[in-house]
Each structure stands twice: as C-alpha cells, then as structure tokens.
C-alpha cells in the first residue's frame, strides 16, 4: 500500500507541477519550495517565489503542517516548542507574511494573506506581573487578507470574510465580512495658501 | 527641431546633474537612476539612491511616466494592463514605498513619500461574489505623506495637504489638511508595582 | 585610577560575554557589535544578531550613548547635528526598529521594542507655513513595545507600560498602563453564500 501511495502522489504532484508551468510560475519556485519544504510535515507542492530572500523558518519544536500552497520571498514562520501551525491547501502568502505560532495558528484552504501581514496567536511577554498569553488563531476557508494587517491572540476569521488593508484584528471576525481599522480623519483644516 | 530639443534637453539635465553632485547626491544615485529609467517613458533626471536594493518595477503592460524624481532604495513600483502612474517632477519617493497601479494613479510635483506607505488604486481582489475594483488615487502637488501610511482606491488628497505617520486613507483628503488615524488608547490600567 | 577602571571594565565585559555565550548568543553577534560599537560614545557589551543586515547608524553630528543592549538585525538609528539618542543597559530591539531623532529621543534599562516599530521625535517636515516640529520622547525602564508601533513627537511612555502591535502613540502613556490602537471594525456583511 505504501508503495502505490507513494506512486499516485508523486504522479498527482508531478502533473500539478506541469500545470502550474504551464500558467507560468518560474522553474526556480519550485527548487526553492523543495529547500523550503524539508520545515514542514507532510507538505504537498511547496512553490518559493523567487525575487527576494528564501522564507525563513524558525522552528523550536513545534509542529508544521503544510498541504499546497505558495509563499513568496521574505515570508518568516516562528513555531514554539509544542505549538503546532496548519496551512491548508491553495494558500498564498505574499512578501514578509509573518506569523508567530505560541499555542497554533490554523489556515484554511485557498486563503490569500497580503504582503507585510502579521499573525501571532501570543502575546510575546507578559505585563503588569502576569505571564504571556497565547490563544489559538483560526482563519478559515478562503479568506482573503490585505496588505499590512495584524492579526492578534484568540481570533477566528470566518470563511470568506475579507480582512482591509492595514487593520488591526483582535475580535472573531464573522463569515463573508468585510473588517477594517478605523480610517484617518481630520486633524487640522488650514485656510491659507501654501507658497 | 528634434536635434535641437535633444540638444538643450541634455545641456539641461547635465545642468541639473552638476547641481544635485554639488548638493551631496552620490554619483552612484546617477548611475543606478540609469538603470532605473528604462522602465520609464519620458524620463527627467533620476536619482535611484544608493543604500539598499535598486527599486523594482513591475509593468504588465501599462504606462509609468515619470519625470525628474528621487527614488530611494526598496521603491516597488507595480502597474497592471492599461493602467496608468503618473509622477510629476521634484518627487520624492522614500526606502519601500510600494505603489499598485490597477487603473490610474497620478502624484503631483514636489510631492514627498514617506517610508513604508503603500499606495493602491485596486484591491486586487473581489468578495462576496463581486469583482474587484479599481478607482484612480490624485495625489495633488506639494503633498507630504508621512512613513507608514496605506493609502486606498478612489482616494483624493489636495495640494499641500499632510498625511500622519500610519494613517490609512479612505476618502478625500482637503488641500491643506493634515489627517492622522486614530491614535492609540489606554485598554487597561495597572496600580499594582511591577517588580 | 584610568588604567584599573579599564581593568575592571573588561573583567566585567569578558564576564558578561561569557555568561551571553552560555545563554547561546551566537559568537557572531559580538563580533558583528564590535562593529556596531564604534558609533556609540561610552558603550558596554553591544549584541548585533545575525540573521539580516547589520544595524545601520546615520550620526549627522549628534551623539548616541548606548549602554550593553542587543540589536536584531535590520535596525535603523538616523540622529540629525546636535540631537541626543540614550539607550539605557539591558534594552532590546528587534529586527527593523526604527528610530529618528531630531532633538532627543531617551530608552530607559530593560526596553524590549518589537520588530518594524518606528520612533520619532520630529515630524521632519513642517506644514501650512510652519517649520518641522521635534518634541523629545522618553520611554522608561521596563517599557515593553509590541511590533508595528509608531511613536511620535512629545511622547513620554510611563515605566512598565506596554504598546500593542500596531498602535500609533502621540500621547502621554501612564506607567504600567496597556494601549493600543483602535481596533478592525465590520465595514460590511454579506448574507449571500461565497462559492
């Protein structure tokens, strides 16, 4: 049985290896994925964009589990002793996506994170004498994430829901929503000319 | 006609060289604005400075005119099919300012650039069964836009206006005004000692 | 009395290297702060991790005194003619901290500063007629500042205080008390299915 699992998989990822040519992903995605891909559990087809700086992962004796999925340059995935980070298959995570995994970070199928997002499931450091707090972050199916977000300790981010550019995410986020950080409003009017 | 434009084109640029090399610019910023300027149409004299990678441009197939401008290192120029950059002269665009070109975005002369700020006219991604969409960004004349700022589709800013450090731009902003997001609020208050 | 004071203060350095190198502080890192020393007047035992470009030190004729503190890779101290950075014993900034300072900007013993923080004492740009305005920034002892922070001009942050990821400071923070920027709201929610 092992042999002929093997043999399926290795033809199921050769002919997604074929297609995803034909779309056009460089040659070197896919030599870069496989250096990438010794970090994690069980991955499918890893593709490592090129054009900046291999993903770095830091990995303390957690656990990783990746299906499919594409990173690009400048990804850093930071995994704790113990603590254990999903990300499903068709997930896409732009430049310097960052994410931090105290307790476990979960990420759904075909979830696409902007460039410069943030996801930490722990506080880091403690404050006012109690000790860090980590809570599990969950971000479901096909969610889609801008540019420069940060999401924080115990969110869940419902299936399909869109996360704004810039926002600051610290409660659930419900299904099919649309969240975004309050906006820049008016601070000082002038009324004369500037020369 | 076309010779004596070429002409007195070059007499100008070398003009100007001379002036920016007596003001401190590194020779270096000439050499790597060459490289720069290929992508351009209608290029001034530009000034890539040293100190970091050269600024990337990614063009899928619209136009990037640019005039007389200064790039610092890490700029990201990315302009989609049929889209249009427009950047006026005395620009300055400082380290990773990333600008995303769906449709059309045009920034005015003597504008200056904060490090880190994004600039969308897209969001290059639909929810909830619609399309994405793409609205023109105007940033007008003389405008300062402070590091860090995430400035989004269909967004006017008037001359001489100033955006905050961080601030996430959603609608117009007056000429003259300085807009600043929301600034941060105390969530919890501690009396006991840290020891 | 010169040459016993050296004396002591290189047993003590030598002690304290030793003790670094027992935590497992990569020999690189003083190697490369060796390097990172000679900006500072009066430094201790300067750490500069690898993993990322040495800190980069931009002195316009101010001065910076840095007392033993450790630097991920990737930080950034610009000090414009006659303005004063102080970084007290024991502090530590992450990867890409950025601080600007145009008049004085003061870290107090046992900071820690998370990654892509800016500081600013001065909005290096004046508006509406008016000239650029710095205001000094003084951040106590025991101050713990998340990732993403922007603190800005006047800002004085009160011993043991903590800043949330992406918080924008541009006031007063009591001692021990928590802030944090003002967090992603719903914007808009669907009923429909997404397929």
């Not at 043999?7 to 040519?21: A, C, I, K």
């Not at 034909?22 to 994925?33: I, K, L, N, Y």
């Not at 704790?80 to 995994?101: C, D, E, P, T």
């Not at 979960?106 to 707090?133: N, Q």
Request: proline share 6%.
């Amino acid at each position: 049985m092992a042999g002929l699992d093997d043999g399926s998989s290795v033809r199921f990822g050769l002919r997604r290896l074929l297609e995803r040519l034909r779309e056009g992903v460089p040659p070197s995605a896919f030599v870069r994925g496989l250096r990438l891909r010794r970090h994690f559990r069980g991955a499918g087809l890893i593709l490592a964009l090129p054009g900046g700086p291999l993903p770095t992962v830091i990995n303390k004796g957690g656990t990783i589990d990746v299906e499919s999925c594409s990173f690009e340059s400048g990804v850093r995935l930071e995994v704790m002793s113990g603590a254990k980070l999903s990300i499903g298959k068709g997930v896409y995570l732009n430049r310097n996506v960052h994410i931090v995994v105290g307790e476990a970070v979960t990420i759904g199928d075909m979830t696409k994170i902007g460039w410069d997002t943030v996801i930490m499931d722990t506080d880091l450091h403690g404050h006012s004498g109690r000790p860090a707090v980590s809570r599990p972050v969950i971000i479901e199916d096909n969610v889609w994430i801008g540019c420069r977000a940060v999401i924080l300790k115990g969110v869940r981010i419902g299936r399909g829901a869109v996360v704004g550019a810039g926002a600051i995410v610290t409660s659930d986020v419900p299904p099919l929503a649309v969240v975004g950080s309050p906006r820049a409003q008016i601070l000082f009017k002038a009324s004369s000319p500037v020369d």
